[in-house]
């Protein structure tokens, strides 16, 4: 990652903040909260309902698709306890991040007061139970509505969604077979470098076109 934002590839002044779900390498136990053969393993809330396994949380360059930081969690811990945590390591890196875009699961004065504590404007849909009129906001439709430019800034929040869905098809972040949080922190880390090594090959033999391609480089 360092030489890829040495390089100017990889910039961070807009960021995703997102988490994705990883099934876990075991049976749900008989207490329905744990795994059988995973106890690390929590019953969460997954896109078609309950799972078991372990979240994601990653923040990603929104114009590079490049991951920046991430961390595993059990899947039934709430994302907004990992926004912060995100961004320190984010900034860590030397990152001077502009703004922080997230969905409405982050949507909380704490979150956005998090991203405004390095500078950032926090653009986050509110809830859409929310009365706060004149808002960004998201509605049943998955139509967002808000100010202009809030709504053209916000497109770019699908970037973290896109890097999830490379590291799921082409480097097995979905296809665990290993157990415990410490092996699939590990397994995530492998994950997210092989993406940064494809995008560094790609800058050194200057075709930064290709950065996201990993099939170009694997296939």
């Not at 990992?82 to 984010?90: A, N």
């Not at 849909?125 to 053209?152: C, I, N, Y």
């Not at 950065?211 to 296939?219: D, G, L």
């Amino acid at each position: 990652m360092c030489s890829l934002l040495e390089d100017g590839a990889v910039n961070g002044e807009v960021i995703a903040v997102d988490s994705t779900h990883v099934d876990a390498y075991s049976q749900r136990a008989s207490d329905n909260r744990t795994g059988k053969s995973d106890p690390e393993a929590r019953v969460g809330r997954g896109k078609r309902g309950f799972i078991i396994g372990y979240r994601v949380h990653t923040a990603c360059c929104v114009e590079s698709e490049m991951p920046l930081a991430f961390t595993v969690a059990p899947c039934n811990e709430n994302d907004k306890v990992y926004f912060k945590p995100l961004l320190e390591r984010v900034h860590g890196l030397g990152v001077r991040f502009k703004a922080v875009l997230a969905d409405a699961q982050y949507s909380s004065a704490k979150v956005r007061a998090a991203a405004e504590a390095y500078g950032a404007e926090p653009v986050i849909p509110v809830r859409r139970d929310s009365k706060v009129k004149d808002a960004l906001r998201v509605g049943r439709d998955f139509v967002t509505r808000g100010a202009r430019r809030l709504v053209e800034l916000f497109k770019g929040w699908w970037s973290v969604g896109r890097l999830f869905g490379r590291a799921k098809e082409w480097l097995l972040l979905g296809c665990l077979k290993l157990r415990g949080l410490e092996g699939v922190a590990i397994y995530a880390c492998l994950s997210f470098t092989a993406m940064l090594a494809v995008a560094l090959a790609a800058v050194r033999v200057h075709e930064p076109g290709l950065m996201r391609s990993i099939k170009h480089f694997t296939v």
